[in-house]
């Protein structure tokens, strides 16, 4: 699959431009602070309906501007496919071929994109959430019932923590805590058996990448952590009485202590957590294994390579790491969108093609 063209309108500092993609290497080069990034982000929101660099979609519009507009055409497998998106405060519409989608999840997973920067050290380094957040999104571009899922799940603990907040604790109280508690159970569940499920994918396809970039008997572990334990099968049959368990102390404390949204995704090389013993090189090429896991989770589930869109990452590889990843590129159809402020000697001009950005403007020079 591969983005055509992209038409921004006042979205972060682009006024209004159209730039025409081609299938193989795209390299955006400029400067920093001209609008590389907000390219890649224009394209990333175009197919997950979600920023990945901000929560509060407002903050995409053009400064001074009341809205924000998005258009591209994407080939998916033989079929071409228009996808919009319009944006102003209170306001949001998505577009597939001018049918507008009722649901975001009736949008996700019609064009599957990859997204790697440097940023995304945060997975490993930062809290559970970030980890969550980059399992939330692949099982998102694959199975969209899963946004379904969390909106319900998110729904049902803004409720439980009304609940919580109140003063009166009558028997009707804990009967409708028992309630929230159950609908907990039925939704989470069906959220930790999707999070396990693409847990197990992504080992499968990131170790033999960890040790083929580190030989020998190095080795990369993901875990998905539920409930405070690894044992998932476990954690699903007591749900309901690790729930029940905590109920007195989520009253006192007036919040909900356990469930899928404290879950984490445990990282480990040689059997140790990476967030603690891996040094900043091997956290980068973690990093870089989990986003080629994912094209190829992405190709086995689609039958063909996602687009791949890269900010600023060459910069921050050491030159053998930077040589793999442009081999894998390289081995076979990928489209890939790279952004960098100056020319890299590793792409030779005649294998990519290079547009310049400035003052968001996005011009092609070859």
Not at 84 to 92: F, G, L, Q, R, T
Not at 198 to 215: D, H, M, R
Not at 266 to 290: D, H, K, M, T
């Amino acid at each position: 699959m591969y983005i055509k063209n992209l038409f921004l309108h006042n979205f972060r500092n682009y006024r209004e431009q159209k730039v025409e993609f081609d299938h193989g290497i795209n390299l955006l080069i400029g400067p920093n602070a001209q609008g590389k990034t907000n390219a890649l982000e224009a394209i990333y929101y175009l197919i997950t309906g979600k920023s990945y660099r901000v929560r509060k979609e407002n903050e995409l519009i053009l400064w001074g501007a009341k809205n924000f507009y998005l258009k591209s055409t994407f080939k998916v497998q033989d079929l071409l496919l228009n996808l919009e998106s319009y944006y102003e405060p209170n306001k949001k519409i998505m577009k597939i071929n001018q049918v507008p989608c009722r649901r975001l999840s009736d949008y996700v997973g019609t064009v599957n994109a990859v997204f790697f920067s440097p940023d995304d050290l945060e997975i490993i380094k930062n809290s559970p959430t970030e980890r969550r957040r980059f399992l939330d999104l692949l099982i998102s571009q694959l199975k969209p019932s899963h946004i379904a899922l969390l909106n319900s799940y998110l729904k049902v603990l803004r409720q439980k923590k009304s609940l919580l907040r109140r003063e009166i604790k009558t028997r009707a109280f804990k009967e409708e805590l028992l309630v929230w508690n159950q609908q907990l159970v039925d939704i989470g569940s069906k959220i930790i058996l999707n999070r396990l499920e693409f847990t197990k994918k992504l080992n499968e396809y990131a170790l033999p990448i960890f040790q083929s970039i580190f030989p020998g008997d190095n080795t990369l572990e993901l875990v998905y952590y539920s409930l405070n334990r690894k044992d998932i099968e476990g954690v699903l049959a007591d749900f309901s009485a690790i729930l029940e368990n905590k109920m007195a102390q989520e009253i006192e404390r007036k919040t909900i202590l356990v469930g899928p949204h404290r879950d984490d995704l445990l990282i480990e090389i040689n059997g140790r957590p990476a967030r603690s013993f891996a040094s900043q090189g091997q956290q980068r090429v973690i990093v870089l294994c989990l986003k080629m896991a994912e094209m190829e989770i992405i190709l086995n589930e689609k039958g063909e390579y996602p687009i791949l869109l890269l900010d600023d990452v060459l910069s921050e590889l050491d030159g053998k790491r930077r040589q793999y990843l442009l081999e894998y590129i390289y081995s076979t159809r990928k489209q890939t969108i790279i952004t960098m402020t100056e020319a890299d000697d590793n792409i030779e001009s005649e294998q990519a093609t290079i547009f310049q950005v400035l003052q968001g403007k996005i011009r092609r020079c070859n």
